[in-house]
């Protein structure tokens, strides 16, 4: 049962490009997530919202912005990709602040040319 | 932050036979540790988690330990199987973290039939 949507599930870009990635969950929850999977499998979150407000924002590139109108939708900007940029990005939502379940989207695998 | 030390961080087993994956933490005020588990190309679900309030926790042919002292945690597979072979992660997080889930490096486990 997939209650943590994402699209898309691929993109191909450019270096220099813009992309946007979206995420939707079906859950109630309070809490959502961005992560970053790379090559090697390692997770790193990168942003965290509850209820609208940032409560997470991890050493990432300013490149980065997370984006989100309501608790159940947190997408995720990418301006001027670069090749380090490639990997899969996951989206995830629990209902409390980080003491309980995460659930992951499929994922976005973004590779960058 | 956590730091969340996991090893091994490949692990090949022959069908039948038990898997044992640990993990250490810093934080003495972690109190949720959840495992999750990814198959290839899918997204990781969380399979068993334990809380500070226990020490031992069996599920399905899995068992969790937590020794708070020592801050290291366990999983142990028994019976393993095929369909057993994937990435897990262990995770901690708690009050004491702001609430974020810090994640392993990961173990990729094969199971040879």
């Known amino acids: 049962e997939t209650a943590v949507f994402q699209t898309p599930n691929y993109h191909v870009t450019q270096v220099g490009n813009e992309v946007s990635f979206n995420c939707k969950q079906t859950l109630g929850h309070d809490t959502m997530y961005w992560y970053k999977q790379d090559s090697k499998k390692l997770l790193k979150i990168m942003f965290s919202y509850n209820n609208k407000q940032l409560i997470v924002n991890e050493t990432v590139p300013r490149r980065f912005s997370p984006q989100s109108s309501d608790k159940a939708h947190l997408n995720l900007r990418i301006k001027s990709v670069e090749p380090e940029d490639s990997a899969v990005y996951l989206c995830?939502?629990?209902?409390?602040?980080?003491?309980?379940?995460?659930?992951f989207g499929s994922g976005t695998r973004l590779t960058v040319l | 932050g956590e730091q969340v030390e996991q090893l091994p961080s490949i692990l090949r087993v022959q069908e039948g036979s038990s898997a044992s994956i640990n993990c250490t933490y810093e934080?003495?005020?972690?109190?949720?540790f959840p495992w999750y588990k990814q198959e290839p190309g899918e997204n990781p679900k969380l399979i068993i988690d334990i809380r500070s309030n226990m020490e031992r926790k069996q599920t399905q042919g899995l068992i969790v330990l937590l020794d708070k002292k020592a801050k290291r945690f366990s999983l142990h597979i028994t019976d393993t199987q095929p369909g057993d072979s994937a990435m897990y992660f262990c995770?901690?997080?708690?009050?004491?973290?702001?609430?974020?889930?810090?994640f392993g490096d990961g173990t990729q486990l094969v199971v040879k039939p």
């Open positions: 995830a939502s629990s209902s409390g602040t980080g003491v309980e379940t995460l659930y």
């Open positions: 995770a901690a997080s708690g009050e004491g973290n702001n609430n974020r889930i810090f």
């Open positions: 934080n003495s005020a972690s109190n949720y």
